[in-house]
């Protein structure tokens, strides 16, 4: 698992220059931020990296959330580059890509 430096920077402020601590992830307001990486999406990531599902509804079997829920959670979270959802003949197997944030705050 990758650690994912997180920023907050909306579209008309400058580009940091590229460093050890430029953010990876960039979200336009700390809303958006707080809602991303709630402690129920950290501990979905986290089940995710631990028990490996090969489906959403193998997901949901261990969360106890319907599948639609889920695939909204995880589709927003596909959008920042947190999870993968690899997609097989029939299911979509989700991927966590990141499940340690660094946050920097300008």
């Known amino acids: 698992m990758k650690r994912c430096v997180v920023g907050i920077r909306r579209p008309s402020d400058p580009e940091l220059p590229p460093g050890k601590e430029t953010p990876t992830v960039w979200f336009p307001s700390m809303a958006t931020m707080a809602a991303v990486l709630s402690e129920d999406n950290q501990a979905l990531l ?3 990296r631990d028990q490996r599902p090969k489906s959403l509804t193998a997901l949901a ?3 106890g959330r319907q599948v639609p829920n889920l695939s909204r959670s995880l589709r927003m979270m596909e959008g920042y580059g947190l ?23 300008d």
Do not use: Q, Y
């Open 46 to 48: 986290r089940l995710i």
């Open 61 to 63: 079997e261990l969360t």
């Open 83 to 105: 999870v993968a959802l690899k997609k097989n003949v029939r299911e979509i197997e989700p991927i966590a890509l990141a499940t340690s944030f660094k946050i920097l705050i």
